[in-house]
């Protein structure tokens, strides 16, 4: 199975430390509402929140460390 988040929605989501899809779809959007609509990170915030909410999105395997992107990959952000 291949990761459907792009590197920094990867990214964000572990960083959340959320359990469970609810917990992270929660957290984001109070985040977004914070967040001004030019920051770099809305449209990022705006992604993960419609992808999160897709029925066909796997959270357990997304929270994974230890698939999707080569460690080379996460060393550019």
Partial sequence: MNSILTV???ILLQS???KNRLEALNVLSDMV????VSSPIFS???GLIIKLKDASFDFA????SDN???DD?????
């Fill in 68 to 70: 999707g992107f080569a």
């Fill in 44 to 46: 990022t915030i705006a």
């Fill in 33 to 36: 509402g914070r967040v001004p």
């Fill in 61 to 64: 395997y997304e929270m994974r």
């Fill in 16 to 18: 959340l430390g959320s």
């Fill in 73 to 77: 990959e996460t060393d550019m952000l």
């Fill in 8 to 10: 920094e929605e990867r």
